[in-house]
């Protein structure tokens, strides 16, 4: 390649970034690390604004998570053990400083 950004010449090979020793594996990580985070992100939002998986989560903590891998939720086991050890009061706090139209209201009976 002549400039950064440029084409290679025909019949060049485009090398593959995960192979380069200039770390791509390092990008593939950050890549994986990204998705985790994302991950992490739709949970903690889901117990935060969905009022019946927030109280399932109280009532059942590690079965509510074990679900939500169960579900697709590519959650690790650090993952998992840093949201079981997380102030049980901030689910049922944050959810109280959201405003209502943005939470999902259960219709359990208490």
Same mark, same amino acid.
């Given at each position: 390649?002549?400039? +950064? &950004? ?20 390092? +990008?593939?990580?950050? /890549?994986?690390? /990204? ?9 903690? /939002? +889901? !117990?935060?604004?969905?009022? %019946?998986?927030? !109280? ?6 590690? %079965? ?7 579900? &697709? ?7 998992? %053990?840093? !949201?079981? %050890?997380?102030?049980?009061? !901030?689910?049922?706090? /944050?959810? &109280?400083?959201?405003?209502? +139209? ?9």
């Amino acid at each position: 390649m002549s400039s +950064r &950004g440029s084409l290679p010449a025909q019949g060049h090979a485009v090398p593959c970034p995960c192979s380069s020793p200039e770390g791509g594996l390092t +990008r593939l990580t950050e /890549a994986v690390d /990204a998705m985790s985070q994302k991950t992490v992100q739709l949970v903690i /939002a +889901r !117990l935060i604004t969905d009022e %019946e998986v927030r !109280l399932q989560f109280l009532d059942s903590p590690l %079965e509510t998570l074990t679900a939500f891998r169960d579900q &697709g939720f590519e959650l690790t086991g650090d993952e998992i %053990e840093a !949201l079981l %050890e997380t102030d049980r009061n !901030l689910w049922t706090y /944050a959810a &109280g400083r959201i405003h209502p +139209r943005l939470q999902r209201c259960s219709f359990r009976c208490r």
